[in-house]
């Protein structure tokens, strides 16, 4: 995490840095990110970057806790109504909800995909929580949709689990590419780009999928 140096910063010198670091490490793989480009943009010495951070996995740590905290907020501020005691409606809202975070917010989306699929030197602890991600959590609605009847008793829960896990790491990154959004679009346009007809029967098309392999017969 940042070093205490860093949050006693005026708040906008402060917002400013982490806007350079977010451009930085969304618009590039992490090996190639540069400190000195950061710094460069930032206006900093790099001798000021190794007072607020301990090195750049350090401040790539610091955007990914950003980004799980704002995901937590916008999904937190979207009602989710009639989903209770239903999988399919909780799993169908629970991808909307996501998949518009990452339209609205795609540099953040962009760290988050980094932290998963790309070789990042992160603490034991964050690979762990990234590596094992929502998966408990899906296992424990499956195993709960097989004890009420609904999800199929010959399924296996952890291998449910997995593709669960791997539909929603990936439905915001497919649909952007099938739809041909840039990132401009996504910033221009932000939760907009993902309201269309189409959009939402892509969405139908996916929970239809997973209802039909996972469904009780």
Not at 11 to 24: C, G, H, M, P, W
Not at 44 to 72: N, R, T, V, W
Not at 150 to 175: Q, V, Y
Not at 204 to 209: L, S
């Amino acid at each position: 995490m940042p070093k205490d140096t860093f949050f006693n910063l005026a708040s906008d010198k402060r917002e400013a840095i982490t806007n350079v670091l977010l451009e930085e490490f969304a618009h590039n793989e992490y090996k190639l990110a540069s400190v000195s480009a950061i710094v460069k943009k930032a206006g900093i010495a790099k001798g000021s970057f190794y007072q607020y951070f301990e090195d750049k996995a350090d401040a790539f740590l610091y955007l990914f806790q950003l980004a799980m905290q704002e995901k937590m907020e916008f999904m937190n501020s979207i009602p989710a109504d009639n989903v209770q005691g239903d999988l399919f409606a909780n799993l169908r809202w629970m991808m909307e909800a996501g998949t518009s975070f990452e339209f609205s917010n795609p540099n953040y989306a962009q760290i988050g995909y980094r932290a998963v699929f790309e070789d990042i030197p992160l603490p034991a602890e964050t690979k762990a929580l990234i590596e094992e991600g929502s998966r408990g959590y899906f296992k424990e609605q499956l195993i709960q949709g097989i004890s009420s009847g609904e999800i199929d008793p010959n399924l296996d829960a952890d291998l449910g689990a997995f593709i669960l896990e791997s539909t929603f790491n990936n439905i915001g990154k497919h649909l952007m590419g099938h739809f041909s959004f840039s990132p401009t679009d996504l910033l221009e346009q932000g939760a907009a780009a993902f309201a269309s007809a189409e959009m939402q029967s892509a969405l139908d098309q996916t929970i239809n999928i997973l209802e039909h392999g996972f469904k009780a017969k």
